[in-house]
């Protein structure tokens, strides 16, 4: 049976702690490097409902996508919810590891995760990461779908493809317009708008995209947007690194037992349609 301390030096092996970004917070955020592990849960967020189900599962370690603490804190009092979740993980021996910007920019990573769950052929990154000489980690994922298809139809692909959420996907662009080639960016990804008009795409699927940018780009360019909830677009990296790590472990001879969540935990809990002219 590995220690932590040798899971997480596979864990460092598919996500070096140096691609993250110098802002994030990766890497272990409690445990014990020596104590065994024998169960592993995956998910997006480190929040109470996730811990909870850790407990319930009994898992040694868990490894979330966002980190715990991204701008430090004084203090782990179990007064927070941030401090009960560390309190919650300490007393049932359970270890927190983080892989955020490391596994963004990972080749495969969480854009490519989101980019096989949609249905496309990677054939590039987004933004590529200069220190790679094959030219394949970086931020996004350039990817062409089979065929071509209408706008109308690619964004109920990125829907079927992606885990339901209260906001589904939204989408700015004609219905009618042909869809070939995709960009993509798990997360939060209306920074990158320069970077995929230059890409010449058709469509960008990512997350979180607000009114300023999001109008501003469509006047810019005629690329359509299809916004889906954050936590969706991430998620299909926990099979991805599920696999991987698995691979891993099993070359290793390892018994290790890995799980993905699928609790929702995107903030957004219910959607009220509002009636929209079609004419």
Known sequence: ?????????VLDQLYPPRWAESWDAVGLVCGDPYAEVSRVLLAVDPVQAVVDQAVAWDADLVITHHPLYLRGTTSVAATTFKGR????????????HVA???AD???PGVSDALA???GLRVTGPLVADPTDPAGRRGTGRIGELPAPEPLSAFAARVAAGLPATATGVRVAGDPDRPVSRVAVCGG???SLFAEVRAAGVDAYVTADLRHHPASEASEAAPVALVDAAHWATEWPWLRLAERDLAALAESRGWALEIKVSELVTDPWTAHAPMPYPTD
């Open 100 to 102: 955020h910007t490391n």
């Open 85 to 96: 979740v560390v309190h919650t993980l300490i007393s049932n021996g359970i270890a927190l």
């Open 105 to 107: 920019h990972a080749d």
């Open 116 to 118: 096989e769950a949609i």
């Open 188 to 190: 939060s990804g209306d």
């Open 1 to 9: 049976m590995p220690t932590l301390s040798d899971v997480i030096s």
